[in-house]
């Protein structure tokens, strides 16, 4: 492992933690069977630190906890989730971002379709922070992923990606961008893919509050629908207090185009091989939005395994 | 190697083909004139199974086999092959990958292993230097941004990699410029065999200029009213269809 890697393992109601970095201190450990809290704390550093989380399933127990994330001055930090969640959960995190601070959160999940599974994120950004947030996930049975943005000062940034593929699942999403300063700015995207007979939800809100001028927010979310029975609705909400911003939204939903379908058979594609190149390509517009070549890599890797 | 008898397709319930017949012999090169609406798109896309055309009588036997009876796949992987005249744009695919995809799809056809990495990229690079592809044309999505030449250049530059045994090209020629031309006709000139037949489909001259068709047939309402020699091409190109 890296000096600068921290590796958290949560097995059933355990966690094992690995921290190797002397800018990363975690607290709450000794108590965390009881009290299901972690904390983790990141300090300025010359290089991008890093936190591992893995959830290593081989007990039947649902996995409850919580971490409250805090990315103090100047300090950098590139969260990876790749966990498998084999049973319930209900995860929350509470990130706090501090002045000049930057994070990336990229989550790589896999459900089972027989589960219960809840995510819920609230973050703060303080001046000059950044945060890109970057979301994969195949669905459950029911899945929500809740996100909450509070853009607290001048100049923070917020960049969401979101890819939902479900298969027969129910897949509730919601992400509150909330704009309490003027100057901040924050760029939402969000794809999901319906197969079998998912329905998927998507609430995009945006709130600016009145005086939150030079505001830019803009919010995209598109949908396939793969197979008669599925059902994709997609919401955009945008609650704009000031007239000084630039603010934009755009949804869309259908099913594969007909006539790229029709150009890839053409080619001595098979009908089911078109289908998996189109919802690839459908998917795989979000790279380009990724500067992490390893991260891009590993984003390829899950849309190509869960389509 | 295609028989086409009394064909009738519609598209939307708007008839477009009447009674069409054509037959056309292995080795041999036949362009398809005609005014706009005549139906050569039509024919061309009818061939290659395009759900949008649909069938309503007649007949088309393809080396043998009822071409009717066969997917859009099943056609290409037999040796058909159609160049559209308005490639289909395919955002977050790679034309590499793509190209290398649809390679596969045939050798696999084939009982031939997949083409390797670097065995493709060398015969991608010699294919593109031919055609004046620019490589990184390759790293870009199928067809999303290129130019009306790169696209038409990547019709061929497919072409050439499947190797076709029957080749409709509809309107190829439409949004290329002389020397971008001159570089695809050469290239269709080089893949013309005795054991492979094409079909130009064309509203001008230009292009049979650079590849000269053994026969010429002009579409007007759906159906063929006059077939010759390439003169008649050159006599339509004075004269026009009226």
Redesign the interface.
Known sequence: MNKDQCSITFNGTTSIIENSSTFISISGVEEFIETKILNIEVDESKTTQRVNLILDNCTDEPINFEINLKINENAKLEFLDESIYSNDSNIKLNTTLHKNSYFELYKLNIYKNKNINLFYHNCSLLENSSFKDYSFSNGSKENLNKTIINLNDINSKYLGSGVSINNSTNSNNEVQIRHNTKSASSDCYFKTVAKGSSKVNFDGIIFVDNHCSKTVSNQVSKGLLIGSESKINLVPKLEIYNDDVECSHGAASGQP????L??????????E?AEQ??V??????FFATIDNDLMTEKAKKFINLNT | MLEINNLNVSVDDNKILNNLSLSIKTGEVHAIMGPNGSGKSTIAHTLAGNPNYQVESGSISFNGKDLLDMEPTERSLDGLFLAFQYPIEIPGVTNASYLRQIMNSHRKHQGKDPIEAGAFLKLLKEKSTYLKIPFEMHSRFVNTGFSGGEKKKNEVLQMDLLDPKLIIMDETDSGLDVDALKVTADAVNQMKSQNRSLIIVTHYLRLLEYIKPDFVHIFQNGQIIESGDSSLATRIDKEGYE
């Open positions: 185009d007909k006539n790229t029709f150009y890839l058979t053409s080619r001595g594609i098979s009908k091989d190149i189109y690839e390509g459908f998917l795989s517009e």
